[in-house]
T-cell receptor, first 114, second 110 residues
Framework: EAGVAQSPRYKIIEKRQSVAFWCNPI?????LYWYQQILGQGPKLLIQ????????DSQLPKDRFSAERLKGVDSTLKIQPAKLEDSAVYLC????????????FGNGTRLTVT | TQLLEQSPQFLSIQEGENLTVYCNSS?????LQWYRQEPGEGPVLLVT?????EVKKLKRLTFQFGDARKDSSLHITAAQPGDTGLYLC??????????FGTGTRLTIIP
């Protein structure tokens, strides 16, 4: 089966600019996650979707971050305006369902904000 | 917010040695997953443990879930350079939210 696809792989922007990341989950996976991973640390959940509804966005900085999952398949994560501290790898993951289902991750987008 | 502490944070050992990585929480897990992440890639699931006291083996890797389901360990026997990576535990708590640990970066020196 095809894995989780993410693009772009790398992005360099200046602070106060905007950026968008795209994710295509594994076909049939109802749950989609966006994680932020600072270098060498564990991933931090930004937002979790069940189909096209938001399950958890408690750690999403809503003044600058937004995400959507139209039609319950692909998802986009946007940052506007970006700050230096947003430099990180943004990982998308999908799972068959919520709860204990294993997560399948994409290879991430490495964002550098200068 | 539940916290999962992993120790050690960094570990560098010679090929052929044994090692243990720990994952601890003050809260009870419903289940716990272990992932390994290599540079430039996303984490990949190694194992899921569900029952307190459970032990699972994956070739040279042995995973143990604590009796009280608040901690877990990963033991690697005769480490090889291919074991190098970031090891992450992820705990599922009663609210069905999966929380990742702080990570252990393992380097195996040939």
């Amino acid at each position: 089966e095809a894995g989780v696809a993410q693009s772009p792989r790398y992005k360099i922007i200046e602070k106060r600019q905007s950026v968008a990341f795209w994710c295509n989950p594994i076909s049939g996976h109802a749950t989609l996650y966006w994680y932020q991973q600072i270098l060498g640390q564990g991933p931090k959940l930004l937002i979790q979707f069940q189909n096209n509804g938001v399950v958890d966005d408690s750690q999403l900085p809503k003044d600058r971050f937004s995400a959507e999952r139209l039609k319950g398949v692909d998802s986009t994560l946007k940052i506007q305006p970006a700050k230096l501290e947003d430099s990180a790898v943004y990982l998308c993951a999908s799972s068959w369902r919520q709860g204990g289902s294993p997560l399948h991750f994409g290879n991430g987008t490495r964002l550098t904000v200068t | 917010t539940q916290l999962l502490e992993q120790s050690p944070q960094f570990l560098s050992i010679q090929e052929g040695e044994n090692l243990t990585v720990y994952c601890n929480s003050s809260s009870v897990f419903s289940s716990l997953q272990w992932y390994r992440q290599e540079p430039g890639e996303g984490p990949v699931l190694l194992v899921t443990v569900v029952t307190g006291g459970e032990v699972k083996k994956l070739k040279r890797l042995t995973f143990q879930f604590g009796d009280a389901r608040k901690d877990s360990s990963l033991h690697i026997t005769a480490a090889q350079p291919g074991d190098t990576g970031l090891y992450l535990c992820a705990g599922l708590f009663g609210n069905e939210k999966l929380t990742f640990g702080t990570g252990t970066r393992l380097t195996i020196i040939p």
